[in-house]
């Protein structure tokens, strides 16, 4: 599942479309990943001649808009967005094209988990106001994380990092790398953790989501080697302390840390 810094690379691909018209938009309505949506035939011609003008990400969602039509997408799990020559001919999991007259702006899912939501100015501006504040927004405090760990005072650090209501786009990979820089063990209780240690999350918090919206979000960069990203994915992984990753499931999914470098309670 992309987090964050994934969807934040995606987004950005349209990009080179700004500020040119959709001569024609190409939908399958049918398709599943518009579920969410009322009458998904409209959209063609909601959005038909209308310039591409602004994106914007929130955690794991895009939103894109076209004249004064919203359009939010999730990219799911298997959901890309990409561009296309001006000549090229939408293939079968191509279930959103706006075309341009330079390019096409392309949306390929094949699994059809991602979906979309369309939106007007004044229904996504209220949209918007009612999202909460990402990690690396200034209202982001150390106060709000702290509230939040007392109310989820029982449940693993590992779960209450997933929970979208306070940390959105933060996923697995960037829950498990936030606790092994923390040294944390993802099983302990968000509620043991002291005033101190809980000033440490929220420092680590950030810096990984900076990190990985400055190495990933940009050019989709290789992590350097100090990162536990580079090390979880090979079965029976090493720390770089030298000691063997560890793989349970913790709060659901598959948790990789090291037995070492985090402690318990
Ligand atoms: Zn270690």
Redesign the pocket.
Known sequence: MPELAEVAYYAKQWATGLGQAAKNVEIHPKARVFRDMEQPGRLALLIKGSRYKEWRTHGKQMFFRFGNVWLSGHLGMTGKLWVAPKNYIPEKHDHLVFQQAKQQLVFTDPRMFGHWQNYDGAAFDMFWASLPPEVLDSRFTKSRLSEFLKRRARSPLKAVLLMQETFPGVGNWMADEILWRCQFDPRRRAGTLSESETAQLWTKLRLVCRQAMRVIATDWNTPPNTWLFNHRWKDGGT???G?PLVRETVGGRTTCW?P??QEGE
Do not use: K, N, Q, R
């Open positions: 720390c770089p302390c000691a090291c070492t470098c």
